[in-house]
């Protein structure tokens, strides 16, 4: 077994990210986003990862700078799952701080940002994400977490 797919030595922590307008899901346009709070999610999380023996950091914050210190903080970790909110559409800083620390990173988002206005349509984060995962509601998180552990078991 070459370093490559020895899993031994790594990490089992997947930092969950979660941006700007986050913290007010289960009333925030429920149309669009559903009745499901960010605690909601972070239960779904906890529970995907323990499925698969890993560990969950949960973050949330509306500020742009604090997203790229809690990216700089998940140095080291197994993966990023970011839902970057508004800030996928228009962050450079997000982008470089992903490339920055080397840990691979799924973009997430709630709603299908592809059935919404055109400007949701681009992301500055899909070019340094591994992959992209949106339309499915919470579950989208959870798909994210799944990937990350199938990832390590075949790489
Ligand atoms: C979102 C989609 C973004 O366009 C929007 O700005 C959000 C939430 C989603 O999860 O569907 O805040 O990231």
Known sequence: MGPETDTSRMSDTIHVLN????NLLGTREPEVYGRATLADVAELCRAEAG??????????????GTL???????RGARGIVL???????TSIALADAVAGVGVPMIEVHLSNVFAREPFRHQSFLSPVAKGVICGFG?????LAIAAFAQMAASP
């Open 68 to 74: 790229v210190d809690y990216i700089h903080e998940a």
């Open 83 to 89: 839902n970057a909110g508004a800030y996928t559409h």
């Open 138 to 142: 919470p579950q989208s998180y959870v």
């Open 19 to 22: 941006g700007p307008n986050l």
């Open 51 to 64: 499925r698969h023996g890993l560990q969950v950091v949960f973050r949330q914050t509306n500020s742009e």
